[in-house]
């Protein structure tokens, strides 16, 4: 990732220690969390993935408290990539998050086009 990796999620801050923080929090709180690659496609600077997102929640993760359940869905990334590393990032995910308001849903973030065990 770049430097100043643009996330453009709402609501999200720039910066790769933004992103390692994030990821840090999300792996501590969800121990068996993975990114699984289904697809990939990328033409000169842009790359999409279709990913699918799993993990159980034993730990709270920010705000959410940890509720042992486990979260399963299906999410679209797509990148800009510049001088070989990720630049910006962009998300639509179909979360729980997404069809529900409870506030023990993943919330919806940074992804690395990479499976992350």
């Keep these: 990732m770049s430097q100043d990796y643009g996330d453009k999620l709402e609501?999200?801050?720039s910066g790769i220690e933004v992103i390692r923080s994030y990821l840090e929090g999300l792996k501590a709180s969800f121990p068996d969390f993975t990114w699984t690659i289904e697809q990939?496609?990328?033409?000169?600077d842009r790359v999409a993935v279709m990913n699918r997102v799993s993990g159980t929640q034993v730990n709270d993760?920010?705000?959410?408290k940890a509720t042992g359940n486990r979260v399963d869905f299906a999410?679209?990334?797509f990148y800009r990539?510049?001088?070989?590393k990720l630049a910006e990032h962009w998300e639509v995910a179909d979360s729980p998050s997404s069809r529900s308001n409870s506030p023990q849903n993943l919330p919806r973030r940074p992804s690395s086009p990479s499976k992350i065990t």
Excluded: L
Excluded at 61 to 64: L, R
């Design 11 to 13: 609501g999200q801050t």
């Design 61 to 64: 993760f920010g705000d959410i």
């Design 40 to 44: 990939i496609i990328g033409e000169g």
């Design 75 to 77: 999410a679209f990334q």
């Design 81 to 84: 990539i510049a001088d070989g």
